[in-house]
């Protein structure tokens, strides 16, 4: 485990306070102006990133990378727990090269590099399927909790974007998310068992809050979600809880989902947990992201 001053510290054996943060939620200059409520809500929604063409581009091809059979079995790949079907295909960047370039375009990366103030790195891609009829949802979480107990991240220094490929309905398993949350850390209880990352990938059980804490926060901070049509993009803070419930519905919800840390914030040994999990969870090359350019080598694998 990291010998780093943990100001964050969570997987304890006893409850403890909820911690107030002290880091900035913004760390640059935010120039784009749907990004202006950033800081006070730990989110930002971009209504139609992608273009219709794009949609339907992007959407055919994760719908390959699922029915690919060259990635049955493969460690990447996460199926739900009950239906059987893909939930998640990790390290997308270096499966697919249209969604590597989508990601290196100042549209995409250069959202994360305003809010985080620096050069960023991929901390981690991948798809999220959530099937009609079977997609399971996520329990309230933060993923700032998880990454830096089981990968070593010091501070939430780091952001999510989620692309949706399919119309984000209220009924479908949409991301709900408590505005402001991001402002409040909250310490886990349990220790992290040893390589226990793919069942939690599959039905997180470690590394999530107690009832009461999300009761708690609940009334502090309310709760909304992200609904919108295909194409639209949710930017949001490490720290931020959010969680979506399973979709029992026949509309599917899928996305690509990309993790940008800033250079400035690299990883170290876990804080709070046996050994880290694998680079195709969380990337142990920092090499910054060249936003806007002909050259892949950095971003997908040889």
Same mark, same amino acid.
């Given at each position: ?14 409850? !403890? ?8 939620? $913004? ?25 219709? +063409?794009?949609?339907?581009a992007f959407g055919a091809e994760i ?6 059979? $060259?990635?049955?079995? +493969? ?6 727990? $009950? ?5 998640? $295909? ?12 989508l990601i290196l375009e100042s549209r ?40 830096? !107990?089981? +990968?070593?991240?010091? %501070?939430?220094?780091?952001?999510s974007l989620s692309i949706a490929l ?27 068992? =040893? !390589?226990?990352?793919?069942? =939690? ?64 914030? !690299? ?24 936003? +806007?350019? %002909? ?8």
């Open positions: 485990m990291s010998d780093q001053l943990d100001r964050y510290p969570t997987r304890l054996a006893e409850p !403890a306070p909820h911690l107030e943060r002290t880091d900035p939620t $913004v760390w640059g200059t935010v120039t784009s102006p749907e990004l202006a409520g950033f800081d006070a809500n730990g989110f930002a929604t971009i209504p139609d990133l992608l273009e219709p +063409d794009e949609v339907a719908g390959h990378l699922a029915a690919d059979p $060259v990635l049955y079995g +493969d460690e990447r790949v996460i199926v739900e727990p $009950v239906a059987g079907q893909v939930r998640s $295909v990790f390290q997308v960047h270096q499966l697919s090269k249209p969604i590597a370039e995409i990366a250069g959202l994360a590099e305003q809010i985080l103030g620096s050069p960023v790195y991929l901390h981690q891609t991948r798809v999220n399927y959530m099937p009609g009829f079977g997609g399971s949802g996520f329990a309230w979480h933060s993923d700032f909790e998880t990454w830096h !107990a089981e +990968d070593g991240m010091p %501070a939430p220094r780091a952001v399919t119309d984000n309905y209220p009924f479908n398993g949409s991301l709900m998310m408590m505005p402001g949350s991001h402002r409040t850390f909250v310490p886990c209880l349990g220790e992290t068992p =040893s !390589a226990h990352y793919r069942e =939690s990938l599959r039905e997180q059980r470690i590394g999530i809050p107690t009832p009461d804490d999300i009761t708690f926060l609940a009334a502090r901070y309310g709760i909304t979600q992200f609904t919108g049509r295909a194409g639209s993009a949710l930017l949001f803070d490490s720290n931020l809880m959010h969680g979506s419930s399973n979709n029992i519905t026949p509309f599917p919800r899928s996305n690509i989902f990309v993790v940008f840390n800033s250079v400035d914030n !690299a990883l170290t040994d876990p804080f709070a947990a046996p050994q880290h999990r694998p680079q195709h969870i969380a990337a142990r090359d920092f090499t910054p992201l060249r936003a +806007d350019t %002909a050259d892949f080598g950095a971003v997908l694998a040889p």
